[in-house]
């Protein structure tokens, strides 16, 4: 028997508006804003939420002396329709070269990974 359920990823962030703001163009959804946390409110129940965090240093992506701490995976159905929308607003290839792979790696806004992923 589990002991409890998942109830939201949060993101560490220097700007949780500017980044609920980037998720919700890429995903949907609906921000509701309190004061140094964002809850994104995602279709079909999930969310996502986004903290300020003085001092905030994004991961690096590969990196062989750190970690990535988290990404995210999102399923699309259209590779290159998809990295076209998160380009424009405003995220950063990391790993896009392999156009015969699945996926394709980006960094939101405040640098954390993500993982287009037509699998």
Same mark, same amino acid.
């Given at each position: ?69 988290l990404h995210l ?6 590779? +290159? ?13 990391? +790993? ?10 980006y960094a939101d ?11």
């Amino acid at each position: 028997m589990a002991l409890a359920t998942l109830d939201v990823v949060v993101l560490d962030c220097p700007d949780p508006r500017a980044l609920a703001e980037f998720y919700a163009g890429v995903l949907g959804g609906t921000i509701t804003e309190e004061t140094d946390w964002i809850d994104l409110d995602l279709p079909g129940g999930r969310k996502l939420a986004f903290q300020a965090a003085p001092g905030y240093v994004p991961p690096r992506w590969p990196s062989p002396d750190g970690s990535q701490q988290l990404h995210l995976d999102l399923k699309v159905e259209d590779l +290159d329709v998809a990295e076209k929308g998160v380009l424009e607003l405003g995220a950063t290839p990391l +790993d896009t070269e392999d156009r015969s792979r699945t996926y394709r790696v980006y960094a939101d806004p405040a640098g954390h990974p993500f993982c287009l992923c037509a699998c």
